[in-house]
């Protein structure tokens, strides 16, 4: 079992640009979510996935999107990209009423 | 609304002494409580969960915590560090599968010779 697997692990943007990252949940789990962790900070929820759907979503910009596949796996998106948006990316998958587990992140930096 | 309190920030432990963490939460419903630990640079390993029951839950490396509710904490504790429990602690609540988490802003734990 592969866990939780995240691409690219580390990503350098300019500002304004987009950036999309990605993740496959692991073996048998339908939900996935996305959190950003800044520096010195705990991980701050940004949305869940499952069905495909967008199903709870944290205090963040529409400039945050993303998307679930039919085969579980999901993209987060990000737009017009600030300086503030560098941060450790963490994807976590689960299932029903189990606890959820994470990936290794995507370390976003933008300059 | 859900919270969570780590009151500190840093903790520095000398190998072989036991280690306590405090987690503080908030939560309007039965809350379901994890810890997770973060090596530099790295993703969230879970420690150890508490769903229900037994108010004592043990986990991996050696970690327990106790949820008491009384005083709506759920604290890590081990009683013998090794110099590899050196990472950064986070408590979480939420609730199981597809419900978000909240995390404490973490303890980062130094351990010394």
């Known amino acids: 079992d592969a866990g939780v697997t995240q691409s690219p692990t580390h990503l350098i943007k300019t500002r304004g640009q987009q950036v999309t990252l990605r993740c496959s949940p692991k073996s048998g789990h339908d939900t996935v979510s996305w959190y950003q962790q800044a520096l010195g900070q705990g991980p701050q929820f940004i949305f869940q996935?499952?069905?495909?759907?967008?199903?709870q979503r944290g205090n963040f910009p529409d400039r945050f999107s993303g998307h679930q596949f039919p085969n579980y796996s999901s993209e987060l998106n990000v737009n017009a990209l600030l300086l503030g948006d560098s941060a450790l990316y963490l994807c976590?998958?689960?299932?029903?009423?189990?606890?959820?587990?994470f990936g290794q992140g995507t370390r976003l930096t933008v300059v | 609304a859900q919270s969570v309190t780590q009151p500190d920030i840093h903790i520095t432990v000398s190998e072989g002494a036991s280690l306590e963490l405090r987690c503080n939460y908030s939560y309007g419903a039965t809350p379901y409580l994890f810890w997770y630990v973060q090596s530099p640079g790295q993703g969230l390993q879970l420690l150890l969960k508490?769903?229900?029951?037994?108010?004592l839950v043990q986990g991996i490396k050696g970690f327990e915590a106790e949820f008491k509710r009384s005083q709506s904490s759920f604290n890590l504790r081990k009683p013998s560090v090794h110099w590899s429990d050196a990472a950064e602690y986070f408590c979480a609540v939420g609730a199981l599968g597809r419900g978000k988490l909240q995390f404490g802003a973490g303890t980062q734990v130094v351990v010394t010779p």
């Open positions: 976590a998958s689960s299932w029903t009423d189990r606890e959820a587990f």
């Open positions: 508490y769903f229900s029951g037994d108010t």
């Open positions: 996935y499952y069905e495909e759907e967008e199903r």
